[in-house]
């Protein structure tokens, strides 16, 4: 007698495959949400992308607004070895040639003592004085005249700070004007002193007081006393002096080597005396401004290339950019471009009226490019080149410079109420809902693979108990057999 069985149900029913076969297909509504929130994200960030490109647009364009880079002079000196010139802080030179003679420097006042037998030799206890100012009434000089707003400084020598090295660190750290130390050769140290400034306004006397005064001035602290009007025990090594220079023949004193403005804008900083002028030459300097212009086309470009990069349609691979034909990013596109070709309706840039004229215009790939040569000759005449970049009274499209216009749609572009802010915070909401609706799908999920799990493992029990009772038939039936033949 055939057996019966239930072939494939019962214990060996496969819950889990089969609930996890199930749930894929009811899955399918939710990938395609998640699908879309990818597209969306990859949206997003492409107009973060563009949204950076036009602020590097915008910064580039508004580089024209700076005073500094307009104006500026280059300086060249025949022999840097006796002066070199920079501009003032602010300022720049007016164009032109100048001559200048250097004959003399400015100098400080250096002073040395007599010799010691080293920097731990001992003076005496006293106080030293130190006063700033100019010597008077020729060579020697007869006279000392105060430096107009210095205060003398008096330096107290105490019990433990008679020696030598002890004298030098309190002179340095007394801040008198003048800068200490100690020289030592075979003969033995010396202490010297030295202003810190140049100029015959910062030479200096020394007073000296010594508690036990010992009636000899070459020995204790008097020995450190200076003054060129009479004999001291100091000895003067170098004149405190001015500068003296000719610049284009006039006459010029400056307690400084350092000459601001004597030639206006410019900073001369004097390196040695010369027995013939050099020449200087001031001329303009238009580097930035070509910099400036070269900044720009890049940041133009890397605009370009990024909105083509995230709107474009490969047909060879059939795959689409994640903004394509995005109005949005399209419209940017062709402002930009739109923009490179209007217009300047000022009448203070002469003839310079559109981009192009300046030597920058778009080629056949759609980017901007330079003709240098072209640029060069429109700045042979800057202001007009300026007021087309930047000129203009605002109150037209047309009466507003270039780089001015970039600059004002840049702005209202990437503003908070700008197309760029505002298709991005639509993407964020579309972004929210489909977030929701992913939110409310897993929760009817979770609920459909709980009742699929509860449906099959209850069918997988009465299929057991099924196979239980066909198993116990088929033994009831083969033991009737087995007695019907026997």
Do not use: C
């Not at 140290?189 to 010992?214: H, M, P, Q, W």
């Not at 000459?259 to 020449?279: F, H, M």
């Amino acid at each position: 007698m055939a057996s019966i069985t239930a072939s494939g149900l019962g214990s060996g029913l496969d819950v889990s495959s089969i609930v996890s076969q199930l749930m894929a297909i009811e899955r399918q509504p939710l990938k395609t949400l998640q699908s879309t929130q990818s597209s969306i994200n990859a949206q997003i960030s492409s107009f973060g992308k563009i949204q950076s490109a036009l602020s590097t647009l915008r910064d580039k364009s508004a580089a024209f607004n700076s005073t500094s880079l307009w104006g500026q002079t280059s300086t060249t000196v025949s022999d840097a070895s006796v002066a070199t010139v920079t501009s003032v802080s602010g300022k720049s030179g007016a164009a032109g040639s100048h001559s200048l003679q250097v004959n003399a420097l400015a100098t400080t006042q250096t002073v040395s003592s007599s010799v010691f037998s080293g920097s731990s030799a001992t003076l005496s206890e006293g106080s030293m004085t130190i006063e700033l100012g100019s010597w008077t009434g020729g060579t020697p000089p007869t006279g000392f005249s105060a430096k107009s707003g210095a205060t003398p400084v008096t330096i107290s020598i105490g019990a433990g700070e008679t020696s030598l090295g002890s004298i030098r660190d309190k002179i340095n750290k007394a801040n008198a004007g003048v800068t200490a130390g100690i020289v030592t050769d075979a003969s033995g140290a010396r202490l010297t002193l030295r202003s810190t400034k140049t100029g015959e306004e910062n030479a200096f006397r020394i007073a000296v007081n010594e508690t036990s005064d010992d009636g000899n001035a070459a020995t204790g602290l008097s020995a450190l006393a200076y003054d060129a009007t009479t004999a001291s025990p100091m000895s003067r090594n170098q004149v405190a002096g001015n500068a003296q220079v000719l610049i284009n023949g006039l006459s010029i004193s400056s307690a400084s080597n350092t000459i601001d403005n004597a030639i206006e804008g410019l900073s001369i900083k004097l390196s040695k005396t010369s027995s013939t002028p050099v020449e200087l030459a001031v001329a303009a300097d238009h580097s930035d401004v070509k910099t400036a212009i070269n900044d720009f086309i890049s940041a133009f470009n890397g605009l370009s290339d990024t909105i083509k990069s995230e709107t474009k349609y490969d047909a060879a691979t059939k795959t689409a950019g994640k903004l394509q034909a995005d109005r949005t990013a399209v419209g940017i596109q062709s402002q930009m471009r739109q923009m490179v070709f209007e217009a300047f309706g000022g009448s203070d840039s002469g003839s310079l009226k559109r981009l192009s004229d300046i030597g920058v215009s778009i080629n056949a790939s759609g980017k901007l490019e330079l003709k240098s040569s072209k640029l060069d000759a429109a700045l042979e005449n800057p202001t007009q080149v300026k007021e087309l970049l930047n000129g203009g009274d605002g109150s037209t499209t047309a009466l507003t410079g270039v780089m001015k216009r970039f600059r004002k749609y840049a702005d209202g572009v990437l503003g908070t109420d700008g197309a760029l802010q505002t298709r991005t915070d639509g993407l964020r909401t579309e972004l929210k809902r489909n977030q929701d609706k992913q939110d409310a799908m897993e929760l009817r999920l979770t609920g459909i693979e709980d009742r699929l799990n509860k449906q099959y493992q209850s069918l997988d029990k009465r299929m057991s108990n099924l196979n239980s009772l066909g198993t116990a038939v088929n033994n009831l039936a083969t033991s009737l057999s087995r007695s019907y033949y026997y």
